[in-house]
């Protein structure tokens, strides 16, 4: 880890980031009723694609030689992180639950620190994994309300194979994000990111628009492709690469820890749900997860 992972900036990306990130529960939450789940994920990075373009456009024009260079990587970058990402957790949300979805996806992290490990030799110590443990049951105990009968009578579904889709489609693109370099800066290697991402919709959205479901192109339409594009696209994505830029990989996956704790508060402040005990219990132990894996960084 480079030193500037021990800066006040380093920290407050880690804990801000999830805040964008998880206001795309939000648009799980609200949108799908209003947008079909393929339609809303191609016109989100569609958006993305478009209003980054704008301001990147002389930056792009000049790079067309490392553009050609790097095509693979991007479109895979694409795929991953704005296509499987972007769309399954939508898909899955149709066939199970919010349960379901939350402790499947938490299993994001350790496919990182895993795929870190064996093919990049990422170095793991035992704080990491304390912190790992804590950062989990943290988030299961939020994700099962503090009711172990919760875990009991789990049943699975099609829609769990789409959410186990989308959290290692999730864990390539943290990955190869980090260890892929690129000769593009932060924001004209997002702009094409966000292009491939939508190219790579673009079949399954005519195929639900076609033999599915209609998309009404009205205000809702309007009001939730907006959102999704700026808060958990756009902004969250940006700080996110930011964010590996000084944490790497792995450790940068646990903003998906911070990702649940603060999912749980929009659900609090925004759909009227209750402040349990469990609550504050699965905070607490996020919060511990997260120092001790800042803390490994400082003694690196």
């Keep these: 880890m480079s030193k500037s992972s021990n800066s006040p900036l380093a920290l407050a990306l880690l804990l801000i980031q999830p805040i964008f990130m998880a206001s795309n529960l939000i648009v799980a939450r609200g949108g799908v009723e209003y ?18 373009f704008i ?3 002389y930056f792009l024009k000049d790079k067309l030689r490392s553009i050609k260079k790097e095509f693979f990587k991007l479109f895979f ?13 939508f898909l899955a949300g149709k066939t199970t639950t919010i349960v379901n979805m939350g402790i499947i996806y938490t299993s994001s992290p350790i496919f990182i620190i895993l ?16 912190g790992l443990i804590s950062c989990l049951v943290g988030v299961f105990i939020i994700i099962i309300k503090g ?19 989308a959290a290692i489609g999730w864990a390539l693109y943290s990955i190869y994000l980090f260890y892929w370099k690129s ?23 005519i195929l639900e628009e ?31 690469t930011l964010t590996q830029k000084y944490l790497g990989a792995s450790t940068t996956g646990f903003t998906l820890y911070l990702f649940t704790v603060y999912g ?37």
């Design 115 to 130: 795929i870190s490990s064996l093919f990049f030799r990422e170095k793991i110590n035992y704080l990491k994994i304390i």
């Design 210 to 240: 076609n033999f599915f479901l209609k998309t009404n192109f009205d205000n809702n339409f309007l009001f939730w492709v907006s959102f999704a594009a700026i808060s958990p696209g756009i902004i969250a994505f940006s700080l996110y």
């Design 55 to 57: 301001f990147n456009f």
């Design 35 to 52: 947008v079909p789940p393929i339609s809303l994920a191609f016109w989100r990075w569609t958006l993305v694609f478009i209003i980054l």
């Design 264 to 300: 749980a508060f929009y659900g609090i402040f925004l759909f009227q749900e209750k402040l349990e005990l469990f609550h504050y219990i699965g905070t607490i132990l996020v919060f511990i997860g997260i120092f001790l894996v800042k803390k490994k960084i400082k003694n690196a």
């Design 77 to 89: 970058l694409g795929a991953m992180g704005c296509g499987v990402c972007g769309a399954f957790p």
């Design 183 to 205: 000769d593009l800066a932060v924001f004209p290697r997002f702009t094409l990111i966000a292009f491939f991402g939508a190219v790579s919709l673009l079949p399954f959205y």
């Design 147 to 165: 009711d172990i009968s919760f875990l009991i009578n789990l049943k699975f579904t099609m829609g769990d194979l789409w959410m186990l889709g």
